[in-house]
């Protein structure tokens, strides 16, 4: 490590010749090295600046800093030897703080929106570009390997905004899914006397089928359109290539929290759309089929078992990685104008579900072949 | 670091295609130290294309780019701590407040601490003219001018050594954009900062501009504003030639005078 000043005594005056690269790269170091200086018995500090060899406005931001600090305490700050070109950057700097009305945490947040803000934040934070389908599948594999926090912070927030808002919407349009498959299903099964088996027929159909099957399309419609938009909107505006050239990779912190945090989410909400369609299939049993909720249950436990469920949520994370891959290239694919978006968004959405479904027909023949 | 360089942006036999159309073709650049030079072109002559190769947003189809002594590759990171860029619209991440923005490249390039970071992006707002009640904004409830001037501190935020500016005065009114050329000029002065603009405003040319460099038949020409408008190139004398053209190089010889 580069020595940036060295000091030399004589009683009360300390003499301080800098030297080396006052420049913004080293900056850690020059606080460091400021800090370090030990100001027993000081009344009078003199910076010598001729040792300096490249000078910048961070630089000079920290001599100005410490000559305030000293200032404070009573001790006596005089700048020697400046080159014109140094001295105009600390004058320049002076200049500016004279104006100074910032106070440390003015830009801190309102403690009780804190939360939300920053989560908001640094959503709209993660923005930029895919080339192709490739480049996704590397991201997360660099992703897997070494995980930042800005990531994991954005993986959170698609969680939230993916599947804690959606819960709502899918738990009502399965519970109706739940109400319309009792209904069809008894009038079928009331021919036989079997009204009984309406909870087996509804049960396996919203476990291996309908719950996911549902939650899938609702989230292809929310959050697939979503991340088109999103991201198209950014591709428009130029952000993507200003992240580019700040250096930060695109994919990363765009791709991944999103696809990573619907591939959690979309499971999660299929154990609620599950839970609201068996309640709706249990409520018209109970008030128009004469099943009350004891032997619905009852029924539930014999016709259901672990394979069940588990073959409906293993399909989760399957559609959840085909929404958002669809989502985010049909964005990154936008350039030009807002109409290209809006084409985009819908191509998004079509695909997604068209996607989902070809996938669910695989796993209907693959699982029927497996037996399981 | 220290490395010292003559030419700041070196561009050697630069081609760009689009399908069948040739944009540039065996085009060499070479920007100085220190300069401000000026980008100017018809529309369609590859002005923004030209900033996106030197930048590597754009992968040209031959050619070499050299940025302080590094390669341009496509897609692969330039030396981003040595320059800025200022977008035509800002560019600014509309999810962040300015200051916010302006502290993103400090955050992402350096271990330095919150506070000191927060207070060196300050520096660079107030440098640029704006207040704090600008900085905690987000940038969509900024004026056009402010947002540029908010995405010049962004640009400065990590102390470049290039700052490559697209069309920083478009969409300004007259006011605004003498201000606007006014800071530029300041902070070339007051920093060692070598600037690439593209620019239409024949004002900032002849104001501010060291060199100038006019794409046409899809190579490029290079010098000052007195030889380049004797140039004998259709487009330049049409371009100097030009009503506006010939009041702004009259104002900038008679301040010269003055």
């Given at each position: 490590m580069a020595e940036f000043l060295t000091e030399k005594r004589q009683n009360g005056l300390l003499q301080i010749s800098l030297q080396n690269d006052w420049v913004f790269a080293n900056l850690n170091g020059l606080q460091a090295a400021l800090d370090a200086v030990d100001l027993g018995n000081v009344t009078h500090v003199e910076l010598s600046c001729s040792g300096i060899k490249q000078f910048d406005l961070a630089g000079a931001w920290v001599l100005y800093e410490k000559s305030l600090d000293l200032e404070e305490i009573e001790i006596r700050t005089d700048f020697k030897g400046f080159q014109e070109a140094h001295f105009k950057f600390l004058q320049h700097i002076i200049d500016i703080a004279a104006r100074k009305e910032y106070v440390p945490g003015f830009f801190d947040p309102k403690p009780n929106r804190w939360l939300v803000n920053g989560i908001r934040k640094l959503g709209s934070n993660t923005i930029d570009a895919v080339d192709s389908v490739g480049f996704i599948a590397r991201s997360v594999l660099d992703g897997i390997k070494r995980p930042s926090r800005l990531v994991i912070g954005e993986i959170i927030r698609q969680i939230h905004a993916t599947g804690t808002t959606a819960i709502p919407i899918v738990m009502v349009v399965c519970f109706l899914m739940g109400v319309v498959l009792a209904y069809q299903s008894a009038r079928q099964l009331e021919q036989f006397g079997a009204n009984i088996f309406m909870v087996d027929l509804v049960a396996n159909s919203i476990f291996r089928e309908l719950g996911v099957l549902l939650a899938a399309i609702m989230v292809a419609g929310r959050s697939g359109s979503a991340f088109a938009a999103a991201l198209g909107t950014m591709k428009l505006t130029e952000e993507i290539d200003a992240l580019r050239v700040l250096g930060l990779n695109p994919n990363e912190i765009l791709i991944i929290p999103r696809v990573v945090g619907l591939m959690i989410a979309l499971p999660l909400l299929t154990v609620f759309a599950n839970i609201a369609g068996l309640i709706g299939g249990a409520f018209i049993g109970a008030i128009?089929?004469?099943?009350n909720w004891f032997s619905f249950t009852e029924r539930l436990a014999t016709s259901i078992d672990v394979n069940d469920v588990l073959v409906g949520l293993s399909k989760a994370p399957v559609f959840a990685f085909l929404i958002a891959v669809t989502g985010t290239l049909r964005g990154m694919q936008v350039s030009g104008s807002a109409e290209e978006l809006g084409r985009l968004t819908t191509v998004a959405v079509v695909q997604s579900i068209f996607l989902i479904i070809v996938a669910d027909s695989i796993f209907t023949v693959v699982y029927s072949r497996i037996g399981f | 670091m220290t490395t010292e360089f003559e030419h700041v942006i070196r561009i050697r036999g630069l081609v760009n295609r689009f399908g069948t159309q040739v944009?540039?073709?065996q085009l060499n650049l070479d920007v100085r130290r220190d300069e401000i030079l000026g980008l100017v072109g018809g529309s369609g002559a590859g002005k923004s294309v030209l900033l996106q190769s030197m930048l590597g947003l754009h992968g040209p189809n031959e050619g070499t780019i050299e940025v302080l002594g590094q390669t341009i590759r496509h897609h692969e990171p330039g030396p981003h701590k040595q320059w800025g860029v200022l977008f035509q619209d800002g560019a600014l991440l509309s999810g962040l407040t300015v200051q916010e923005n302006v502290e993103l490249p400090i955050a992402l390039h350096s271990n330095i601490p919150v506070e000191t970071r927060r207070e060196l992006a300050v520096l660079k707002i107030f440098m640029v003219g704006l207040d704090l009640k600008a900085a905690s904004k987000y940038p969509n409830e900024l004026s056009g001018g402010m947002r540029k001037r908010a995405s010049l501190a962004r640009a400065l935020a990590l102390e470049p050594k290039v700052l490559f500016l697209d069309?920083?005065?478009?969409?300004?009114d007259p006011i605004s954009a003498t201000e606007f050329d006014q800071l530029i000029s300041y902070l070339h002065a007051n920093l060692d900062l070598t600037i690439v603009m593209i620019t239409h405003d024949v004002d900032t040319l002849f104001g501010i501009c060291d060199r100038v460099a006019v794409l046409v038949n899809k190579g490029v020409i290079v010098d000052t504003l007195e030889e380049i408008v004797k140039h004998p190139d259709p487009w330049i004398q049409e371009y100097f030639g030009d009503p506006r053209a010939v009041r702004a190089r009259k104002a900038a010889i008679a301040k010269v005078t003055i």
């Open positions: 128009v089929l004469d099943i | 944009v540039h073709d069309e920083p005065t478009a969409g300004l």
